[in-house]
């Protein structure tokens, strides 16, 4: 492939993941969004992956879904002249750090949110993933079938979390039984609804032209009076669309609908092939990659354990940030300055045979791998890069963790050094002689996969206990002196992550604020990027 044919490669990607709160509707979209694209055969299995979440009450189940769970967490797709990646976030029962690390691979994120309640607690703790890293948003609002909040209301509710202006690009006249449809105010025409609708060809689709068509007002009498009203002052109180204001993460195009009913999927598609960024270019910290240099490049996002757990192989997910990645090719990783040469690369689910024979930037790979690649991680064809922004989060649940059987200690420490390694779970060692190891989640889940995954992988029968700790900040200071003496004076709340940066652990958000206080020349982080 030529170096123009990669750039042209390039624009046609639309790299995205869907954010929501569970039940929302994120599942049905995909599957639609899917449907729509023609995209039969994948959409299928998303809808038994879900089913298979539903059913899984244990982690044990879940483990033997993990094939599936590789396989269906990158999906690529084409629509018009577009090739789409979309990328699964863990969202449900299994909510994890990697759900936000799939956020750092995207260009672009798509917000669905249930009418009837509103921007929800989980959503809220992606969309700020999404606000430090200026990561564009497109916003649906689902389940117009149903009766829902006002659309003003929810346009309100948008705007405060979101903190960004919300730009309507259609209009929902009337809800739940009395639902008529939506009108394109950029186009001046009304998408009329029609229930239960699962064929994607023109003819299903029905439309009235124009805002002052009498015809509307007729067959949708009261609901059409308020959507009228409602238009008109968004008219004059919303500004207008702008890309550029999109882009920087100061405006989201917000879209109604109702995913169940394949209703408003078109336009969503449609806004992301329009509006969402191709791949850009990245900074590393030696030089900014651009995304149609000829050299491959691609960063490690996640890394998720597979099939067999007694080879300890695990997948590590690469997104690619430039040039092109042919099977087989000798990458470097930069970290350890060793070569790989993968040949049997993980297939995603594709509309589009040549997936992974030939990937792209926005792309993603699988290569499988026994520890040697690790979160954070950057290949290249030779070159030395290290990438930031591979964030680590907070924890927000904290477990102290032993084992049974005093013997097993050390394979404990290793257990959690390479399970801590690969991002399952944060483990912080003590300052404080004595303390037992604690386990840092943002997910429960978390918990129960990192004691089953020690005692299948590593032969460990670890011990959870309750722990007083409830939030953790990485601490740093401009004078290393100041940072020694807060670390000294407070040696019963300092704990020191995988790669030795040390962490300050509270019992509650007011003995945090007293640590602020005190010490104001210490910065306190809810995020520590890797490298
Ligand atoms: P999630 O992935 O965000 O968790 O949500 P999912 O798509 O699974 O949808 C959650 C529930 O909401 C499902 O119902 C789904 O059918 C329903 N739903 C999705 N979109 C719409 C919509 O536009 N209108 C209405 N009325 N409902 C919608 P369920 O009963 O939990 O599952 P199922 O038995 O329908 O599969």
Known sequence: MSQESVADEVRRRRTFAIISHPDAGKTTLTEKVLLFAGAIQIAGSVKARKASRHAASDWMEIEKQRGISVASSVMQIEYQDCVINLLDTPGHQDFSEDTYRVLTAVDAALMVIDGANGVEPQTLRLLEVCRARQTPIITFINK????????????????????????????????????????????????????????????????????????????????????????????????????????DGRQTPVLFGSAINNFGVQEVLDTLVEMAPSPGPRKALERTVEPDEPKFTGVVFKVQANMDPAHRDRVAFVRVSSGRFTRG???????????????????????????????????????????????????????????????????????????????????????????????????????????????????????????????????????????????????????????????????????????????????????????????????????????
């Open 144 to 247: 117009f079938d149903r009766e829902v909040k006002q659309p003003l209301d929810l346009i309100a509710e948008v705007e405060s979390h979101l903190k960004m202006d919300a730009v309507p690009l259609t209009w929902p006249v009337g809800m739940g039984k009395a639902f008529g449809g939506v009108f394109d105010i950029r186009h001046d025409r009304m998408r009329l609804f029609r229930a239960g609708r699962n064929k994607f060809d023109e003819s299903d689709q029905a439309f009235i032209e124009g805002l002052d068509n009498p015809e509307i007002g007729n067959r949708f009498n009261e609901s059409w009076v308020q959507a009228l009203d409602e238009i008109e002052l968004i008219r004059e109180a919303s500004p207008t669309l702008d890309r550029q204001a999109f882009l």
């Open 329 to 531: 090719m000798k990458l470097r990783v930069s970290r350890t300055g060793k070569d790989i040469r993968p040949n049997n690369v993980v297939s995603f689910l594709s509309q589009r045979r040549e997936l992974v024979e030939d990937a792209v930037a926005g792309d993603i790979i699988g290569i499988p791998n026994h520890g040697i690649l690790h979160l954070g991680d950057v290949l290249t064809e030779g070159e030395t890069l290290h990438f930031t922004g591979l964030p680590f989060f907070a924890p927000e649940l904290f477990q102290a963790v032993e084992v049974k059987d005093p013997l097993r200690t050390k394979q404990l420490r290793v257990g959690l050094t390479q399970l801590g390694e690969e991002g399952a779970i944060q483990v912080f060692r003590p300052e404080a002689a004595g303390g037992a190891m604690l386990l840092g989640a943002v997910g429960v889940l978390q918990f129960e996969v990192v004691a089953h995954r020690l005692k299948t992988e590593y032969g460990v029968e670890a011990r959870m206990m309750p722990s007083r700790y409830s939030l953790a900040r990485w601490v740093s200071a401009e004078d290393s002196k100041e940072l020694r003496k807060f670390l000294d004076a407070n040696m019963a709340n300092i704990a020191y992550d995988v790669v030795d940066a040390p962490a300050f652990l509270a019992s509650s958000v007011a003995q945090l604020r007293v640590a602020q206080e005190r010490y104001p020349q210490i910065q306190f982080h809810t995020m520590r990027e890797h490298g």
